[in-house]
Every structure is written in C-alpha cells, then in structure tokens.
T-cell receptor
C-alpha cells in the first residue's frame, strides 16, 4: 500500500517571502500522480498543482511549483511571493494510475501554513 | 453553483442515533468518493462508486456505515448507532473517468458530524 508523509505539521512564512512544504511517499509503482491540495478553514479542498510521475519536468502553476525527485520519492511544494490568502492546510496526495485503485487519493497528514503580514 | 454539494453541513446527534449525509456530485462526473477527516489529519478513504456501483470499501467502513448511489447521481452515507468516535468531517468528492482523466478529485465542503 502507498503511504504519504508530511513531516512538517506547521509552517509559517512572511508575506511576499518563499516557503517550501515537504512531502515524501512510498510506492512500488513506477507510474502515478502526485498532488498538492489546499484546504482553507471551513472551505472545500481545492487542487493546487499536479505532477505525473512519468514527466521529468517539474510542474508549475503561477506562484506554485514543485520539486519532484522520483528516485528519492520526494515531492515538495514551493510557494513564491506568499500571500495572506495562501494560509491554509496543505495536503500532499498520491494516486495510482491503475484502474483497480479507482482513482482514489492517499493523503498525507497535512501542513498548516500561516502567512504573517 | 456546479460544484460538489453536501448536506447537511453540520449535524449534531446523540450517541446511538442514526445520521444520513447526502452528496450531489458535479453532474457529468461518474465517480463519487467518500472520505473521513478528523481534526488535524488528512482525509481517509471510505468508499467509492462508479456510476451506481460501489466498487471499493475501506476497512474503515464498519458494518454501521452504508453508502448508496441508487441512480448514479447523488449519494448518501448513513451511519447507524453513532458512536463518539464517528465525530469527524465527512467529505464527498467526484471525478470523471472520461478523458481528459487528470486524476483530480473535486471536493465538497464536507459534512461535520458531532456525536455527543
């Protein structure tokens, strides 16, 4: 079974600064998806960024980018120019490409990000 | 609003009572998922449907839990004889099997259960 570990329960960053959230995972599969989801307080979880394991290029979405190290099974999220609206719980998630898994996600424990003005 | 809708948003019940949550997925999505999230933790998979078929159930889904998706549209999650340990946020998500299959799940805002 796949596992996802986020070793930073809490992180803080000053507004306009850069912060990196860590995630490691364990799998025996060679192809899979990795995601970062954001969960603001009392609001639904939304997708921040997605990475396909077969792609060597790191995904980027505006101020959000990942550092995907497949051999190390590491998938960190970098938030540049942090904004107050970035404050939320961030979850790293794994999804197998095998249809037998039904596309379900395996989540890490989450990292609570605080953005200080 | 064409997102995933969950009702009720918050339910407070006494131990031993039955509760039911409803999820309306995005209309063109044929896959529907239920997750449970306790405070400060990541969501844990409970079960998922493809159309009306329940294809997988987690070991977390005890006999007191039952989920249905009778017409392949909305789904209900019922918890019988609730226990205090059932207190959690119950999240529903949906996705489309049809391409482009991005692997992304779309989540609702959740139904928070408090068992007294």
């Amino acid at each position: 079974a796949q596992t996802v570990t986020q070793s930073q329960p809490e992180m803080s960053v000053q507004e306009a600064e850069t912060v990196t959230l860590s995630c490691t995972y364990d799998t025996s599969e060679s192809d899979y998806y990795l995601f970062w989801y954001k969960q603001p307080p009392s609001r639904q979880m939304i997708l921040v960024i997605r990475q396909e394991a077969y792609k060597q290029q790191n995904a980027t979405e505006n101020r959000f980018s990942v550092n995907f190290q497949k051999a190390a099974k590491s998938f960190s999220l970098k938030i540049s120019d942090s904004q107050l609206g970035d404050a939320a719980m961030y979850f790293c998630a794994y999804r197998s490409v095998k249809e037998t898994s039904g596309s379900r996600l395996t989540f890490g424990e989450g990292t609570q990000l605080t953005v200080n003005p | 609003d064409t997102g995933v809708s969950q009702n009720p948003r918050h339910k407070i019940t006494k131990r031993g009572q039955n509760v039911t949550f409803r999820c309306d997925p995005i209309s063109e999505h044929n896959r529907l998922y239920w997750y449970r999230q306790t405070l400060g933790q990541g969501p844990e998979f409970l079960t998922y449907f493809q159309n009306e078929a329940q294809l997988e159930k987690s070991r977390l889904l005890s006999d007191r839990f039952s989920a249905e998706r009778p017409k392949g549209s909305f789904s209900t999650l019922e918890i019988q004889r609730t226990e205090q340990g059932d207190s959690a946020m119950y999240l529903c998500a949906s996705s489309s099997y049809r391409s482009p299959n991005t692997g992304e799940l779309f989540f609702g805002e959740g139904s928070r259960l408090t068992v007294l």
